[in-house]
């Protein structure tokens, strides 16, 4: 879940020790037993510092940023045609049906109703002839918006011979490919495996650009908060510091519109500013007055 792709692979094996020394509690709910078997659901629960120590002593590089949520659009290929809301699309079913955890990226598909294909008639939202990506993002609770045209490789409801997925990203200009990716074919489940594969794809360029790479010694930067009324100071405050990036806050000067922080952080400068930006939260690269960076509350848009 916190590990980018390279990461994980090369995790050392944990001894048992360590690893229940990072065990904070552990909840037991609906145990049921009978004269053969036992069963329970084991909710354990990590304690964060502890594992970021590990981390940082092992020199692992780790995400702790949550994404806001991204809605992806599942369009299906059929010769030179777009199709995402007609019947068969066993595509779009793959990812109606599927049971997504949300990790540090939650991922939301849509329903496919009336006000979904109001907002995404079809593939002219490609070319920005109709529909409203922005809308479709908004009631859903997202911020980004990643189409995902899969291409079957054999015959097209079946994708026996593999599939082919490219990728765009919704912005404000418009809509941009951004990748491509080859699923090679499977026994009956390519399409799974293709979905399986667009959410790690998502979830690990997460990771990449969130990564921090020693959580033990702390950065510092200066910041000047601008604000307008002691309610907006109070709701900047409390997202700054749900930012797990955020160490410690230390107020220098306030006044009734501006506020100058030294904030410790750990990572870099540029992934403080993304975990920001999931906050509601933008860091302005401008410089005021030789105190930093001027932060405050970011006006809605799309994020890549």
Do not use: C
């Amino acid at each position: 879940r916190m590990l980018p792709e390279d990461e994980y692979k090369a995790l050392p094996n944990f001894s048992d020790d360590v690893i229940s020394s990072l065990v904070k509690d552990f909840s037991v709910k609906n145990e049921r037993t009978s004269s053969t078997r036992y069963t329970a659901l084991f909710t354990l629960r990590f304690d964060g510092p502890r594992v970021e120590r590990i981390f940082g002593l092992t020199g692992i590089a780790y995400s702790e940023t949550t994404s806001q949520p991204v809605v992806v659009l599942p369009f299906l290929q059929m010769g030179t045609r777009l199709m995402i809301w007609e019947e068969p699309n066993p595509w779009r079913e793959v990812w109606q049906n599927a049971v997504l955890d949300d990790g540090l990226v939650p991922i939301r598909v849509p329903l496919g109703d009336i006000a979904d294909m109001a907002d995404v008639p079809d593939a002219s939202v490609f070319s920005g002839q109709a529909g409203n990506l922005t809308a479709i993002a908004d009631r859903y609770g997202a911020t980004n918006v990643l189409l995902v045209v899969a291409k079957s490789r054999g015959a097209a409801l079946e994708a026996s011979e593999g599939v082919l997925l490219t990728l765009y990203a919704a912005s404000g200009s418009g809509v941009e490919r951004v990748n491509e990716l080859m699923v090679p074919a499977g026994e009956g489940t390519t399409f799974s495996q293709a979905m399986n594969d667009v959410v790690a794809y998502i979830r690990n360029d997460w990771k990449q650009q969130t990564v921090v790479v020693d959580s033990i010694d702390a950065n510092n930067v200066t910041i000047q908060v601008s604000f307008d009324g002691l309610a907006e100071w109070i709701d900047i405050k409390q997202r700054l510091e749900d930012v797990s990036l955020v160490e410690n806050i230390n107020t220098d000067t306030m006044m009734h519109n501006r506020a100058d922080l030294r904030v410790e952080y750990t990572g870099s400068l540029e992934g403080l500013r993304l975990a920001l930006s999931q906050n509601g939260l933008a860091l302005s690269e401008t410089i005021l007055d030789g105190s930093g960076y001027l932060l405050k509350l970011q006006e809605t848009s799309y994020y890549n």
